[in-house]
């Protein structure tokens, strides 16, 4: 061991000689790289790289006949170098810039704050006028150079909450995404927002050379280091730009809102809610100012009432409660039930018809006794063994149409509503409860609120004899590659059950009595019903769903016009109005167009 | 009073050095992560802020070494062992999986990697079993033990696909071959990297008519006893095998990106946009800072994250860019210094245990510094290992200074040994 100690102390020296050898060896590759080799430097030392991005166009927006509703266009932002922005003549710059010494020195700062050497925005969106002056005379100016964007820009001034728009990113976002860089855009509602990953596209970096006058040389080696920047995808929506314009005309001036579905897709034809903005005031350079001022409107006009406005559904649940009590076996659509007019208990008829009504009649003069004892008899029946197993069926049946849940599509932001479940009568009524204790929700009072998006859904499911299609916005990406799908949701009520609903439905318009009589349309069998949803706050909210025609059916709808009285007063006219634009693609009742168009909606 | 001793007795030169290069780590970091919204070097929600705790909690572990029994690490050298081994086991059964390998071990905010406890191990239980009074080298069974010591958790390493760190284990060939083995093996093992780098470049069939030209300029030059003539005829045959073998290595053993990786170094890929995208812009950002440098805080490749993982196994990158050729010369000079110093020291150890010891942690900084700044400059694969005590991470840095620190007390401890 000793011995062997001796004899190969020398090996140190062959260590050591391999330790010297590789740190020559990488010497000699960085003497190669960082003097001999030019071409892993930049030309002069006086040059400097700049990596400018190259912003994709964002998607566009089309609607469902390839009307254009965002397009985009060009605007520059000026950019600064903090760090080579020195020797910088201020006064003359200020001068062209049109700011004066303060507010330069504020921006300066901003910049500064953000980074000494990464650029950041100087001035954002300068229009092409500006630019066309201020570019020329920019060489003056090192650390300053421009780069292009693309603002939004809506042709029509119409559905400004179905697309959104888009602001700049705020630090949280940046940083969950480090996609984002201070300055950058990003969808902040509506489409913008739920498919901002696609519609922005992929940034793209141009590395140039720029020289001490601060002028672009030449391409970095060539452009070998760039990236071409990908442009956004564009998305075609379901939404009809005529017929959303004509219901936004419709609404002007009331509160409330319509929702039109494609019963057969579940696309959203139509999102109207009012009051409304449009939606070129959130756009560029004034658009946080702007914000505030619709953010304090005590109309409140950025509020999506289609989506997050509740309401009780009143008589339009109606239709539910019926296909529910058909489905129990407890009575079939011949089943009449009598009927004393305001003299019934426990729930009074608000409309006078003759006594012993079945299905169709009790739907086409929203009888309210008739339904109250279709719902106590479910309630009661044996076949549930108890009043909560019934009540479950019953539940189990209203929300797979939809109802007391959001919507899991592309629509962000829609509520829930509320469908009372046992839980909620367990602990108010310490378990004590039973079919009279709930009565409210047979006629679609009481705990029951829907919006007008879930409504309108109703009225499709209805329409499609049991099925519906998760509503949404999106008809299809422009690029056939890219398929969009959403779930078809079957309700377990038997389809003969659904015809007879929707008879009676139809008999709403078409029948002697039938609440929106007055709303026919010649040519078109339209299937609905009106409600009158009681208001504590106020005068009652008129309310309308319905589809047409009643045989597959091209259009489902749900208008709710707030403290407006009666829903055959002004929802049933207004909906039939939007009926007949869809379908026939003009309406020809002028005298019903100028009714609904009287301005004193609200007053009456 | 005792510890006042020892430490009157470490090693100056070497504590420089190591203070040097983990400030020089640091304001690397700082540089490479530089933002002015976050100026303060102690921010502690920065990278370089996180750095500078890890050199705080390394210098007091490396206190609380100098203060421990230096016969404590020699007598429990096999404990250490085993225990690294049960962590290279535990994490194929819980690792957590980070770019392409599983190598972490999560023990709530805190993550480990167990290769890296492996290697300090790994140099103990070789130091502790060829310092034996009673080990024979010359012993077949006794090289065998070596090599198993060096093998066993490079294949533990190999098999959670971390083929980067399992390499490191590589160099432990070199400490073998200072205690009196393994010439051959070593002169065998450059040999056959050579042919390795080679059949990846060259067409196997030329492969072998170089070789058959090699063999009969041995046949030419030696002399032709019958003994000779047939073993140079036998690794005639073993090196054409394995001419053939590396075939099927390289695209049955080696995971896609790693033989990506290998082929941009052979210069039989060019993909700057994709995997070889690291290394040219990394090329560039060393490049760029030329003789002296763009000054500190000052580059501009690394501002803009061109170069990925800068502040980690890039972070030479920053210092090429920003102190130039004169500071790369500077660095790897110190590195020098730091290894040329180990090995001084390893020397006029009384101990066995020491000097292997030495030997092993020299080898280890050296493999490190070679390949880290090799990848960097594409003279080596993009292996992701760190660079000793410069690259930003709690485990890399806490090992390699426990590593060092250990050293310094058993040098300090060195004339205590009779």
Known sequence: MIKNKINYSQRKYVIGSIFILVAIILLTKLFIIQIVDDSYKQSSDNNTLRYIIQYPSRGKIYDRNGKLLVYNDAIYDLMIIPSQAKDVDTASLCKLLNINNEIYNNYLKKARKYSYIAPSIFISQITKEEYGRIAEMLYHYPGFYFQTRSLRQYPLPIAAHTLGNIGEVTKPEMERDAYYKLGDYIGKSGIEKYYEKELRGKKGIKITVVDVHNREKERYMGGAYDTLPEPGKDIILGLDAELQAYGEYLMAGKTGSIVAIEPETGQILAMVTSPTYDPNVLVGRKRGMRYNELLKDPDKPLINRAISGTYPPGSTFKMINGLIALQSGVMTANTAYPCSGPNSAPIKCTHYHNSHVRLYDAIENSCNPYFWQAFNDMMNSRRFGSQKNAFKFWYDNVTSFGLGRTVNSDIPFTVSGNIPKMEYYDKVYRGNWNAMTIRSLSIGQGEILVTPLQLANVAAAIGNEGYFIEPHYIKCFSDPNDSVSFEKHIININKKHFKDVKKGMQSVFEGDHGTARMSVISGITVGGKTGTAENPHGLDHSIFMGFAPVDNPQIAIAVVVENAGFGSTWAAPIASLMIEKYIKGSVVRPDLEKRVLTPNANEK | MRSNNIIGKIDIWLLIIYLALVTIGLLSIY???????????????????????????????????????????????????????????????????????????????????????????????????????????????????????????????????????????????????????????????????????????????????????????????????????????????AACAFVFSVDFAFYHILKPHQQTRINIILGKE????????????????????????????????????????????FIFCTIGEESGFIGCFFLIALYLALMLRIIHLAERQRSAFSRIYGYSIACIFFFHFAINIGMTIGLVPVIGIPLPFLSYGGSSLLMFSMMLFVFLKQDANRMNIL
Not at chain 2, 53 to 67: D, P
Not at chain 2, 81 to 95: A, K, N, P
Not at chain 2, 276 to 296: C, D, E, T, V
């Open chain 2, 270 to 313: 060019h993909d700057i946009k994709g995997v070889g995208y690291n290394l040219n812009q990394s090329m560039i950002a060393i490049g760029s800072g030329g003789f002296s440098g763009k000054g500190y805080l000052n580059g501009t490749m690394t501002k803009y994250n061109f170069v990925p993982e800068q502040h980690t196994d």
């Open chain 2, 31 to 237: 540089a490479a992560a530089y933002n002015e919204a976050h100026p303060h070097i102690y921010d502690m929600s920065q990278s370089y802020g996180k750095q500078l705790l890890f050199i705080g909690v390394s210098l007091v572990v490396g206190f609380a070494i100098l203060l421990i029994d230096a016969k404590f690490f020699n007598a429990f050298a096999y404990v250490f062992y085993g225990l690294s081994l049960v962590c290279l086991l535990l994490v194929l059964v819980i690792g957590s999986k980070i770019s392409g390998s599983t190598s972490w071990i999560q023990l709530g905010p805190i993550s480990f990697q167990p290769s890296e406890f492996a290697k300090f191990g790994t140099s103990l239980a070789l130091a502790h079993y060829l310092g034996k009074l009673d080990t024979d080298i010359t012993q077949f069974k006794s090289k065998l033990i070596a090599y198993g010591i060096v093998f066993v958790p490079m294949l533990l390493v190999l098999a959670q696909g971390d083929a980067g760190s399992a390499s490191v284990f590589i160099i432990f060939l070199l400490v073998i071959y200072r205690e009196g083995v393994g010439g051959k093996i070593l002169i065998g093992g450059l040999s056959a990297a050579t042919i390795f780098i080679l059949s990846l470049c060259v067409s196997k069939w030329y492969m072998m008519i170089g070789l058959v030209v090699i063999y009969a300029f041995f046949l030419l030059l030696i002399n032709r006893t019958k003994k000779n003539i047939m073993l140079v005829t036998a690794i005639l045959i």
